[in-house]
């Protein structure tokens, strides 16, 4: 079965600092990952995704994320933190074939201060 | 495009009642999640449509919860005999037959007391 690691509860940042989240997987072949954003009273949106190919991928909101096979990995970055990126970050593995059903970590919590 | 409905937006019931929560899916998308998220944790999942199949259930689901997605388009989340430990927030999800993004509801914040 498939599992998602995310050792950070809370990560705090300064506006316009730069961000890594981490995130680490555990699943039998190449999976599925993705992150998903969850602000208060929002639901999760989408925010990046690696199937196959460049393991350099682009998101919305300027963040990217970076698949690296060797240490089951996939963190998200970006360069340079907003106020409004203050939310919930979901790493999430789904499964090839099939439903995709995704498997969640707990999250991170990014605070950002001014 | 409006997005995935859920309803209602809150939910407060007694130890012992039942429940239902209802999700409207983005029209034309076949697949359907359901997942629960409880305080500090990731969602986890609960079940999972195909059309009016439910394809896949998490082996902790409880014998307590059914779902059903009649016709297809909108489903049903029902809980028997409500615990405290059911208090969680009830999301939903939906997707494109080609299935790999899943648009999310705002969700079910349930609270049993």
């Known amino acids: 079965a498939q599992s998602v690691t995310q050792p950070d509860i809370h990560i705090t940042v300064s506006e316009g600092a730069s961000l890594e989240l981490r995130c680490n997987y555990s699943?039998?072949?190449?999976?599925?990952l993705f992150w998903y954003v969850q602000s208060p009273g929002q639901g999760l949106q989408l925010l990046l995704k690696?199937?196959?190919?460049?393991?350099l991928v682009q998101g919305i909101k300027g963040f990217e994320a970076e698949f690296k096979r060797s240490q089951s990995s996939f963190n998200l970055r970006k360069p340079s933190v907003h106020w409004s990126d203050a939310a919930e970050y979901f790493c999430?593995?789904?499964?090839?074939?099939?439903?995709?059903?995704?498997?969640f970590g707990r999250g991170t919590s990014l605070i950002v201060h001014p | 495009d409006t997005g995935v409905s859920q309803n209602p937006r809150h939910k407060i019931t007694k130890r012992g009642q039942n429940v239902t929560f209802r999700c409207d899916p983005i029209s034309e998308h076949n697949r359907l999640y359901w997942y629960r998220q409880t305080l500090g944790q990731g969602p986890e999942f609960l079940t999972y449509?195909?059309?009016?199949?439910?394809?896949?259930k998490s082996r902790l689901l409880s014998d307590r919860f059914s779902a059903e997605r009649p016709k297809g388009s909108f489903s049903t989340l029902e809980i028997q005999r409500t615990e405290q430990g059911d208090s969680a927030m009830y999301l939903c999800a939906s997707s494109p037959p080609e299935g790999e993004k899943l648009f999310f509801g705002s969700g079910t914040q349930l609270s049993v007391l």
């Open positions: 999430a593995v789904g499964r090839r074939g099939g439903s995709y059903i995704p498997t």
């Open positions: 690696y199937f196959s190919g460049d393991t």
């Open positions: 699943y039998g072949a190449t999976p599925y």
């Open positions: 449509f195909q059309n009016e199949a439910q394809l896949e």
